[in-house]
Each structure stands twice: as structure tokens, then as C-alpha cells.
């Protein structure tokens, strides 16, 4: 059956109808930017001048974000964080990690590490959806690793160390909207299409001195890590403010365009604000309104990036979802392999608070019109 023919009122509709969780909503100031320096950047080499000086402007940028300590490092590679998962496993763990998986995210790198065979099988701390796991000191252990963000559910725990190992915490999408100490983390890793509003093909990672010097291990003790994968020349070549690989051009300055805009109205602290300002919304409609729950019960561990609200099972989340689209507010679909009656709600920081409160009119104004 088809959706039926449902018209929102102009007035309830959200100024920007973009709610996807990555690809995230792009600024149009940012495509401004993009546009005004296309012509003598887009198509150039990315080991020239023009091209460096935006992934150094990128890597300043990113430092100044995050208030990297002294001795932590920007470094970028290609491949978004499915190939980090995969640079980590080469490249950080040196014998035994303890992972946490509690979403579809973390489980990637629990899998990765099972499968090296040059690698002890992982301790797995793991947690059903839409809770959390937590780490804990482990005899034995080198590198612990979590989720700071679930993108998959919407759950999110703190950064903390954990024990004597490597502190991992994948912000894949977390970074630019949640809070962090990197004093409390030595590889803080993310890709660029979800808070920080560009695209996606990067991994970017804030490495500590420790973790810098674990890299150099690995590489000197002669395990067999593939070019693309090795995090020793993904070091060696951001410090010369490039890639190894050719980057999307488009995506760098996309980024780093993002990030002075955060540092321009205030940096972290109101990056954090305003995407906690925009759950407030969500989550207080959600405890409201009779047929929405917030997926994550505990509110502690609520993301305030990405918002999980189940529906009663009288309400067809497909079908808000699809007319919500037919109307131009896109991509309230839950992760695909959840399989919930479910909206997910990116809540980064490009995203208006007043669009996350006309969202939710919407969607009240929907499932009224389909009962």
C-alpha cells in the first residue's frame, strides 16, 4: 500500500528539514565557502600549498576544538572510521583489548580485533540497545576501547580512563556535539559527516603521546599492516599537513569551515549547549506525548546528539516516517538494523533547536491525521 496523501500546514514545517545522522546536514554557508575557492581548489593536487593549508587549517582547528593537551596530535587518513576500526586493529592493540559493544558501532570494532589473527580474542563488554556497557580494569589488557556515542541507538557514555592500557573512544559521532577531557582518552577518533557537518571518506583521530609511541611500536616490532591501514604513515603524512591517499577535497574544507564556525560562536562548550538544548526538546515531547517512550530509559544515558523515540505499536513509525518525507522532512527512519517502531533524530550542532520542536508539531500533526 502506498502512504496516504497527508499535507502538513507551511506553518508547522521546520525551516531546514535535514535530520539524517551521516550524512548530517550541510550549512549553506559552508557551500558558499566551498563555491567561492572551487575554482582554484576542487582539481588540484592534494600534496600542493592550496590543498595543505586547508587540512592544516583543519588540523589547527581541530586542536583548538578539543584543547588538545600538549603532545596530542591531529592526524587524518581516508576511509571514515570503518577504516579506523581496521587501523586500530593494526595499529593500537598490541597483544589483548577489552572493547565495550552495546550498538551496531561498537560491535565493528569488537569484530575486527575477534578476527586478527595476531591478536588474543577481545574481552567483550557488551549491553543490549538503547543501554550502555561499561569498562573496567582488566589484568592482561593493553588497549580498552568504547563507544562515546551509539549512533545506532542513541546511547552515550562519558570519557573516562579505564586501567593502565590505550584509552580508544570512537566519537564517530559524538565529536563536536558531546562533551570531552582528551586527558581522559589517548585516541579520540571520528569522521567528519555527522557533527561536523561534511562528508563523509575521513577518518580524523587526536593521538596522545602514548598512543603516538604505541604506534611506533607496532611498526618496529614488523607486524604486517597494509599501506592504506598504517597508522605510523597516516602519522608521518598528516604532519606534513596531507594525506597518504587522495582525500575528497570538498570534504576537508566542508569541515573545516564547520569547525571555525563552532569555534566563531563560542567552541565546545556552545557546540554542547545548543545539541543539548535541541534534546531537551525532543526528550521532553517524547515523556509527554502518550504514544512516543525515548528508547534509552535512563536519562543519563541519553545522547544529545542522537535522539531514539519508540512509538506505541498503534502508530506506524514507517509511515510518519515516509510521510514526514513526502512533506520534505527527511530521514526520521530508525538504524535499519534495529528494527524498531522508531524515529532517530540527528540533534548536531547545524541543526536549529526551533527545526528538533518543529519536528516534533509534525509528527503530532501526522499521527493525528493517520488515526
Keep these: 500500500m502506498g502512504l496516504p496523501d497527508i499535507r502538513i500546514p ?22 558558499d565557502a566551498l563555491s567561492a575557492v572551487a575554482a582554484g581548489y576542487l582539481g588540484t593536487s592534494h600534496r600542493q600549498r592550496t590543498v595543505r593549508d586547508q587540512v592544516a587549517r583543519l588540523r589547527r582547528g581541530i586542536a583548538e576544538l578539543f584543547r588538545a593537551p600538549d603532545g596530542y596530535e591531529v592526524v587524518l587518513g581516508n576511509g571514515g572510521t570503518t577504516a579506523f576500526w581496521e587501523v586500530a586493529t593494526f595499529g593500537l592493540v598490541r597483544e589483548r583489548a577489552q572493547l565495550a559493544s552495546f550498538g551496531e558501532f561498537g560491535q565493528k570494532l569488537v569484530d575486527s580485533v575477534t578476527a586478527a589473527p595476531f591478536l588474543a580474542d577481545p574481552s567483550v563488554r ?29 546511547a552515550a557514555v562519558p570519557v573516562r580512563r579505564v586501567g593502565d592500557g590505550l584509552m580508544l573512544h570512537d566519537a564517530t559521532s559524538g565529536a563536536g556535539g558531546l562533551p570531552v577531557d582528551l586527558t581522559e582518552t589517548d585516541v579520540y577518533y571520528f569522521a567528519p559527516q555527522k557533527c561536523l557537518g561534511s562528508e563523509g571518506g575521513l577518518w580524523i583521530a587526536l593521538l596522545s603521546p602514548a598512543a603516538l609511541d604505541r604506534a611506533a ?28 591517499n587522495t582525500p575528497s577535497l570538498a570534504t576537508i574544507l566542508l569541515a573545516a569551515e564547520q569547525v571555525d564556525w563552532i569555534l566563531g560562536n563560542g567552541g565546545l562548550d556552545w557546540s554542547v549547549a545548543r ?82 520542536a518543529a519536528l516534533t508539531r509534525c509528527v503530532d500533526h501526522v499521527v493525528g491525521q493517520l488515526a
Excluded at 131 to 150: C, H, I
Excluded at 304 to 313: E, M, P, Q, R, S
Design 10 to 31: 507551511a506553518e508547522l514545517l521546520p525551516g531546514d528539514g535535514r535530520f539524517n545522522c551521516g550524512p548530517s546536514k550541510i550549512r549553506p554557508a559552508q557551500l
Design 126 to 154: 557488551s549491553a543490549p540497545a538503547g543501554t550502555v556497557a561499561t569498562l573496567v580494569a582488566e589484568d592482561g589488557v593493553d588497549t580498552y576501547g568504547t563507544p562515546q556515542n551509539e549512533t545506532s541507538t542513541g
Design 217 to 244: 611500536e607496532i611498526t618496529a616490532s614488523g607486524r604486517y599492516v597494509p599501506a592504506f591501514l598504517d597508522l605510523t604513515t597516516a602519522i608521518d603524512n598528516s604532519r606534513k599537513d596531507q594525506t597518504y
Design 275 to 356: 545539541c543539548a538544548e535541541s534534546a531537551a526538546v525532543l526528550y521532553d515531547w517524547a515523556d509527554r506525548t502518550d504514544y512516543t517512550t525515548p528508547f534509552v530509559a535512563e536519562p543519563a544515558s541519553r545522547s544529545t546528539v542522537v535522539g531514539t523515540v519508540d512509538l506505541a505499536d498503534h502508530v506506524d513509525a514507517a509511515a510518519v516516517s515516509g510521510v514526514l518525507r513526502e512533506n520534505g522532512v527527511l530521514d526520521t527512519e530508525p538504524y535499519r538494523k534495529l528494527g524498531r517502531n522508531q524515529l532517530r533524530v540527528a540533534l548536531f550542532p547545524s541543526i536549529e533547536p526551533a527545526d528538533v
